[in-house]
């Protein structure tokens, strides 16, 4: 049982260019998030979904794109990479009321 | 619009120290309260969480919390600290219908010293 499982774990991206940050978990759970976060401000949601094929945007959602073909899978896509997106990025996952869980952390520097 | 301050983005404590970490929401209806842990360069570790039940909440290394509805607080308190305490501590509350999105405060940083 591995968990929430992010990869990769750093990237560094040229302006302008698409990348795909990706979400795997194992536990069956139904909903996803993908949060970014900021020094000094906490995580705010970029995308959410609340089981397969059912996406919806959270607070920060411009720049990005979102799928979830299946119930363990939940990608992250930038389609033109620009230096705002320079952040950390978590993907988490939760089952009931239960506490979400996340994963590692993806590390994406855009230069 | 719902929303969480922490009070405080730095705390600098004493090992042995008692710990006091603020944390005051904004919400029109009745929150779930997390506090999280992230030590450097990993992801969150939830600490404790409150949920309607009891208002004095107890969660792992030692800390605890207690929601305060008519303070709109969950302040986070350890009697005395370690040095494997220093880390990032967020606040987040969710809501009931709310697909548990949470909403996070800016964090604090605890520094723990000899």
């Known amino acids: 049982n591995a968990g929430v499982t992010q990869t990769p774990k750093f990237r560094i991206l040229k302006i302008g260019q698409s990348m795909t940050l990706q979400c795997t978990q194992d536990m069956n759970h139904n909903y996803m998030y993908w949060y970014r976060q900021d020094p000094g401000m906490g995580l705010k949601l970029i995308y959410y979904?609340?089981?397969?094929?059912?996406?919806d945007k959270g607070e920060v959602p411009n720049g990005y794109n979102v799928s979830r073909s299946t119930t363990e899978d939940f990608p992250l896509r930038l389609e033109l990479a620009a230096p705002s997106q320079t952040s950390v990025y978590f993907c988490a996952s939760i089952d009931g009321n239960q506490p979400q869980h996340f994963g590692d952390g993806t590390r994406l520097s855009i230069l | 619009a719902q929303s969480v301050t922490q009070l405080g983005s730095h705390v600098s404590v004493s090992e042995g120290a008692l710990v006091l970490l603020r944390c005051n929401y904004s919400s029109s209806v009745p929150p779930y309260l997390f506090w999280y842990v992230q030590y450097p360069n990993q992801g969150l570790q939830l600490l404790l969480k409150?949920?309607?039940?009891?208002?004095l909440v107890k969660g792992i290394n030692g800390f605890e919390a207690e929601f305060k509805k008519s303070e709109t607080s969950f302040h986070l308190t350890k009697p005395s600290a370690h040095m494997s305490d220093a880390a990032e501590y967020f606040c987040a509350v969710s809501f009931s219908g709310g697909y548990n999105k949470l909403i996070f405060g800016a964090g604090t940083r605890l520094a723990v010293h000899p």
């Open positions: 409150y949920t309607s039940a009891a208002t």
């Open positions: 979904s609340v089981g397969a094929g059912i996406t």
